[in-house]
Protein backbone atom coordinates (compact mmCIF):
# COMPACT_ATOMS: atom_id res chain seq x y z
CA UNK A 1 0.00 0.00 0.00
CA UNK A 2 1.82 3.26 -1.50
CA UNK A 3 1.57 5.98 1.46
CA UNK A 4 2.74 9.44 1.50
CA UNK A 5 2.89 11.41 5.16
CA UNK A 6 3.46 14.57 5.64
CA UNK A 7 4.78 16.54 8.84
CA UNK A 8 6.34 19.83 10.30
CA UNK A 9 3.51 22.07 9.57
CA UNK A 10 2.33 25.17 11.80
CA UNK A 11 2.15 28.82 12.63
CA UNK A 12 4.99 30.86 12.32
CA UNK A 13 5.99 34.13 12.48
CA UNK A 14 6.67 36.37 9.15
CA UNK A 15 10.41 35.63 8.46
CA UNK A 16 10.85 32.47 10.41
CA UNK A 17 11.48 29.31 9.15
CA UNK A 18 9.92 25.46 9.12
CA UNK A 19 10.72 22.13 7.40
CA UNK A 20 8.30 19.72 6.10
CA UNK A 21 8.90 16.35 5.86
CA UNK A 22 7.15 13.45 3.64
CA UNK A 23 7.23 9.95 4.38
CA UNK A 24 7.35 7.46 1.57
CA UNK A 25 6.20 3.64 1.60
CA UNK A 26 5.12 1.11 -0.30
CA UNK A 27 6.59 2.14 -3.60
CA UNK A 28 10.19 2.16 -5.30
CA UNK A 29 11.39 5.53 -3.39
CA UNK A 30 14.64 6.63 -5.54
CA UNK A 31 12.75 5.56 -8.80
CA UNK A 32 9.98 8.71 -8.36
CA UNK A 33 10.24 12.18 -8.88
CA UNK A 34 9.16 14.06 -5.35
CA UNK A 35 7.49 17.55 -5.41
CA UNK A 36 5.92 19.65 -3.36
CA UNK A 37 2.79 21.52 -4.20
CA UNK A 38 0.66 23.98 -2.07
CA UNK A 39 -2.90 25.44 -2.19
CA UNK A 40 -3.87 28.17 0.09
CA UNK A 41 -7.87 29.24 0.43
CA UNK A 42 -9.57 29.78 -2.82
CA UNK A 43 -6.68 28.74 -5.02
CA UNK A 44 -5.37 26.46 -7.15
CA UNK A 45 -3.15 23.83 -6.26
CA UNK A 46 0.42 24.80 -7.40
CA UNK A 47 3.87 23.08 -8.16
CA UNK A 48 6.47 24.65 -5.25
CA UNK A 49 9.61 22.31 -6.03
CA UNK A 50 10.78 19.02 -7.77
CA UNK A 51 13.68 16.86 -7.53
CA UNK A 52 14.19 14.12 -9.28
CA UNK A 53 15.14 10.34 -8.18
CA UNK A 54 18.89 11.32 -7.57
CA UNK A 55 18.34 14.15 -5.65
CA UNK A 56 20.45 15.99 -8.21
CA UNK A 57 18.46 18.12 -10.28
CA UNK A 58 15.49 21.14 -8.42
CA UNK A 59 13.60 23.21 -9.65
CA UNK A 60 11.67 25.92 -7.57
CA UNK A 61 8.28 28.31 -8.40
CA UNK A 62 9.68 31.67 -9.00
CA UNK A 63 7.95 32.48 -5.56
CA UNK A 64 10.44 30.51 -3.13
CA UNK A 65 13.64 30.54 -5.30
CA UNK A 66 15.90 31.51 -2.62
CA UNK A 67 13.74 30.89 0.71
CA UNK A 68 13.16 27.12 0.19
CA UNK A 69 15.24 24.18 -0.47
CA UNK A 70 13.75 20.82 -1.34
CA UNK A 71 16.08 17.90 -0.53
CA UNK A 72 15.39 13.75 -0.02
CA UNK A 73 17.16 10.73 1.58
CA UNK A 74 16.20 7.78 -0.64
CA UNK A 75 17.57 5.47 2.07
CA UNK A 76 15.12 6.55 4.60
CA UNK A 77 12.44 7.30 1.68
CA UNK A 78 12.12 10.98 3.03
CA UNK A 79 11.77 14.02 1.43
CA UNK A 80 12.00 17.77 2.84
CA UNK A 81 11.13 21.52 2.60
CA UNK A 82 13.01 23.87 4.36
CA UNK A 83 11.05 26.86 4.26
CA UNK A 84 12.93 30.08 5.66
CA UNK A 85 11.86 33.75 4.83
CA UNK A 86 8.38 33.10 5.38
CA UNK A 87 5.67 35.22 4.11
CA UNK A 88 2.44 35.80 4.72
CA UNK A 89 1.53 34.47 1.68
CA UNK A 90 3.50 31.60 1.78
CA UNK A 91 0.56 30.34 4.14
CA UNK A 92 -1.26 26.90 2.51
CA UNK A 93 -1.78 23.20 3.15
CA UNK A 94 1.39 21.99 1.47
CA UNK A 95 1.17 18.59 -0.43
CA UNK A 96 4.22 15.86 -0.88
CA UNK A 97 3.62 14.33 -4.67
CA UNK A 98 5.43 11.39 -5.54
CA UNK A 99 5.83 11.16 -9.81
CA UNK A 100 6.82 7.71 -11.83
CA UNK A 101 7.74 9.48 -15.02
CA UNK A 102 8.01 6.51 -17.03
CA UNK A 103 4.66 4.47 -15.71
CA UNK A 104 3.17 7.87 -14.98
CA UNK A 105 2.14 6.52 -11.56
CA UNK A 106 1.82 9.26 -9.24
CA UNK A 107 0.83 9.65 -5.30
CA UNK A 108 -0.52 12.20 -3.00
CA UNK A 109 -0.28 12.77 0.75
CA UNK A 110 -2.81 14.08 3.12
CA UNK A 111 -1.21 17.92 3.41
CA UNK A 112 -0.04 19.27 6.27
CA UNK A 113 -0.98 23.08 7.13
CA UNK A 114 1.22 26.06 7.32
CA UNK A 115 0.09 28.95 8.33
CA UNK A 116 2.42 32.15 8.88
CA UNK A 117 0.92 35.00 10.60
CA UNK A 118 2.06 37.68 13.08
Known amino acids: QVQLAESGGGLVQPGGSLRLSCAGS????????MSWYRQAPGKERELVAS????????SYADSVKGRFTISRDNAEKMVYLQMNSLKLEDTAVYYC???????????WGQGTQVTVSS
Open 51 to 58: LNGAGSKS
Open 97 to 107: KAVDVVRLNSY
Open 26 to 33: GFTFGGFV
